[in-house]
């Protein structure tokens, strides 16, 4: 066991080597060096000893969670060769840099290949994220008072430990390197780790950013080019709709008995995690990498309609919720509006269940197409 | 959501007498605060090699069983049958055989709630233990091995509460003893020691209490309950020894010998402490006192403490906790004799692999074991 501490996150990318070969095979535990980053927090836990449940959402959310419990080395094709880095990696109608002209100017080629770190990058902030989600829910495990909850959250923490594995053996395999975490989800992680309150992990984490993936997996779904990739990408999102369904029917009603002063701090909160998650600008790291002017770039794109309107989307599924739990108050409302993503404020929620959506099998070799 | 926050857990036995499809008004949620500095760790590094660890991840997910779905609840035993093999009963001594027959069933009754609610308040300490590894272990491969342990953990609370509601119809709140070394465990901020006192000391007790109760159960349902619990607890416990083993051999020797020492104090609490000695002496009019005596007398109660020992002292000393220092205390309290068998080290990885046995191919297994032990001498 070999472990480096490190006091910040590593700020380069890592190639894998042989990464088209069975990497597993190739290393050697010896081979391996942890690289981890400490944080503190401290922790309020509950024991629950009332052990009755009745059978409420709860209950049926974390029987679903062990219902629907796919493998990714099993329910995954991974035998076939891998998708050719000389085919774009994303649809070629939506390339996020059209427009910003040092890449226009590159010849096709080079353009798929930048296709491919972009979606390097964004994948690696997707393993990032979801190493946060797993260490929030599983110390949700022992804060969260109820027992549905700790049990519910006992199956969420092995359905992130899953993800991570999963886009992690992706990007090892099948791409062959990955980009550092990005300062502002670094920023927000930390957060959301080392504060003592848990509900407050628990907004960060369940509405905020499992909001965000939610919007921006259904996104990358559809613009992946990989069936692997698309299959990989429906998985997680079933997962996901679940996650997103139990904060907002747990939150509503913890939210409801906290006092006006404790809501606004919720609330000051959760609209402080939106600016830092929307200021992060997806491909920085990639610009860095090609040597290109990160401000120009973002000037250009900020500029691009298409582009904001990408952006302000990826809120579509968290701004309904965050009215359901109540934490879109008089005093946010503005900022939200300054935003401009107060306008998603109406769409549906996930506080009401579509249980047949929840509970279809899965089955997703017909939904790549 | 209705909560009761208090500060010591419950102290008397619950019977349950809820209506058909009660709903969430009639709940409330009986909660105890601990707390407790965790340091964790975000890991940077997310290559995997081929370790025992991702193979046992790997068996993790595999071998995800479904309480819901995968046991047969229509095989449980109703409350005025006896819950112990009829064999057992037949060899009862002392103040129990003399009771009348309803009588003994309904001490019997009690007695086996009593246990299967430590195993389910036990399993609650483990499953917030296992939670709070996910963030504590250092390494890629044990936070994703530990997020298995914890949903497999959530999944035994879940069986065995829904048994005691469902089958025995009682539940015994949480042994004091057994209380003070989980309080322990979960409140200290080294997260090795939470781990050798759960995965080593109280799992590896529990492994045995389930084997012997796998054996000797009267109750198909809970027969299979077990089995399939023990097969998850098998790979726990050898996570537990091989991670432990790696990372306990980078401490120094002072630290090493502080972690011998309180591996030694919970055995303690768990040898002298963890007897139901409440049940006997509500029941029979004796003082607790007695019966512990009675107890620590008696030949075949000690060998049934060695037996059930017999999981953690080779792990102890694979692990490298029977230091010179403790050594002779564990001798003092006789715990020595299953010192050199085999550790859970030498993994067979054959054994964890195995599919998940059959309802009539656990009932064999224990007519064998219990055949067995009989032999020994013990029951």
């Not at chain 1, 359905?159 to 990007?171: C, P």
């Not at chain 1, 407050?200 to 259904?218: D, N």
């Not at chain 2, 095989?75 to 009829?86: F, L, M, N, Q, W």
């Amino acid at each position: 066991m070999r472990i480096t501490k490190v006091d910040n996150c590593p700020s380069d990318i890592k190639y894998f080597d042989h990464h088209h070969d069975d990497l597993e095979n190739k290393l050697e535990p010896k081979d391996v060096e942890d690289i981890v980053e400490i944080f503190q927090t401290p922790l309020t836990g509950t024991y629950n000893w009332d052990y009755t449940h009745a059978d409420n959402r709860l209950k049926k959310l974390y029987e679903l969670g062990k219902k629907l419990n796919w493998n990714a080395t099993l329910d995954l094709d991974w035998s076939k060769d891998p998708y050719p880095h000389s085919e774009w990696a994303t649809n070629p109608e939506f390339q996020q840099l059209k427009g910003f002209k040092p890449y226009d100017d590159l010849p096709e080629e080079k353009k798929i290949e930048c296709s491919w770190h972009l979606l390097a990058s964004s994948l690696s902030q997707i393993v990032h994220g979801e190493q946060g989600a797993l260490l929030v829910a599983s110390q949700l495990v022992s804060c969260a008072p109820t027992y549905n909850a700790k049990l519910y959250a006992a199956s969420q923490t092995f359905d992130e430990a899953r993800h991570v594995e999963v886009f992690n053996k992706y990007l090892q395999e099948r791409i062959g390197w990955n980009y550092p975490v990005m300062p502002g989800l670094k920023l927000l992680l930390d957060k959301i780790l080392s504060d003592p309150r848990w509900d407050l992990k628990f907004i960060g984490m369940q509405i905020i950013i499992e909001g965000l993936a939610l919007a921006a997996f259904e996104r990358q779904r559809a613009a992946a080019m990989d069936p692997l990739l698309k299959d990989l990408f429906y998985l997680v999102i079933r997962d996901e709709a679940r996650h997103v369904t139990f904060g907002v029917n747990y939150l509503e009603e913890f939210v409801d008995t906290l006092s006006d002063e404790e809501k606004e701090d919720r609330a000051d909160f959760a609209y402080e995690a939106c600016v830092v998650m929307r200021n992060r600008f997806g491909s920085d790291n990639v610009m860095k990498h090609y040597g290109w002017n990160v401000e120009e770039a973002q000037q250009v794109l900020n500029q691009s309609e298409t582009s904001k309107l990408f952006n302000n989307l990826l809120f579509s599924k968290i701004m309904p919720n965050l009215k359901r739990i109540g934490l879109l108050t008089d005093k946010t409302l503005e900022k939200y509006e300054e935003m401009d993503i107060l306008q998603f404020q109406d769409l549906e929620d996930n506080g009401s269940i579509d249980w047949d959506e929840l509970s279809q099998p899965l089955d997703y070799s017909s939904k790549s197409a | 959501m209705k909560i009761k926050v208090v500060e010591n857990p419950p102290v008397d036995p619950r019977e349950f007498d809820l209506p058909e499809g009660f709903s969430e008004e009639n709940i409330e949620d009986v909660v105890e605060i601990f707390n407790t500095p965790l340091i964790g760790h975000y890991n940077w590094d997310y290559t995997d090699a081929d370790t025992r660890i991702k193979k046992l991840y790997e068996l993790g997910k595999k071998l995800n069983w479904d309480g819901s779905i995968d046991l047969d609840w229509s095989k449980a035993i109703k409350k005025d049958e006896p819950p112990v093999k009829a064999e057992l009963i037949a060899r009862m001594e002392g103040p129990l055989a003399a009771l009348p027959e309803d009588e003994r069933i309904e001490y019997m009754r009690h007695d086996s709630a009593w246990s299967l609610s430590q195993f389910l308040h036990g399993e609650q300490g483990a499953l917030l233990v296992a939670s709070q590894l996910v963030s504590c272990a250092p390494t890629y491969q044990a936070k994703l091995y530990a997020a298995s342990q914890t949903f497999d953990e959530a999944r035994h609370v879940e069986v065995f509460a829904r048994y005691l509601k469902e089958v025995s119809g009682i539940e015994y709140p949480i042994n004091k003893n057994l209380k003070s070394l989980i309080d322990k465990i979960l409140s200290d901020p080294r997260w090795d020691l939470k781990f050798i006192g759960m995965q080593i000391i109280i799992e590896g007790l529990a492994l045995a209490a389930f084997q012997t109760t796998k054996e000797t159960s009267n109750c198909p349902l809970l027969r299979q309950l077990v089995h399939y619990v023990i097969r998850d607890e098998a790979r726990h416990v050898t996570f537990g020894v091989n991670y432990l083993e790696d990372f306990l051999s980078t401490l120094s020797e002072e630290e090493v010998e502080d972690r011998a020492m309180f591996a030694y104090e919970a055995c303690v609490v768990m040898r002298d402490r963890i007897i139901n000695t409440e049940l006997p002496a509500r029941w029979f009019n004796i003082s607790e006192e007695e019966i512990r005596e009675m107890l620590i007398n008696d030949e075949t109660q000690d060998m049934f403490t060695n037996l059930l020992f017999s999981r953690v002292m080779p792990n102890l000393k694979r692990i490298g906790l029977l230091t010179d220092k403790v050594l002779p205390l564990y001798e003092k309290l006789n715990l020595t004799s299953y010192m050199d068998a085999d550790s859970e080290f030498e993994i067979d990885w054959a054994e964890l692999n195995k599919p998940l046995e059959s309802s009539k191919e656990i009932d064999q297994q224990s007519e064998k074991e219990l055949a067995a032990h009989a032999a020994q001498g013990l029951f």
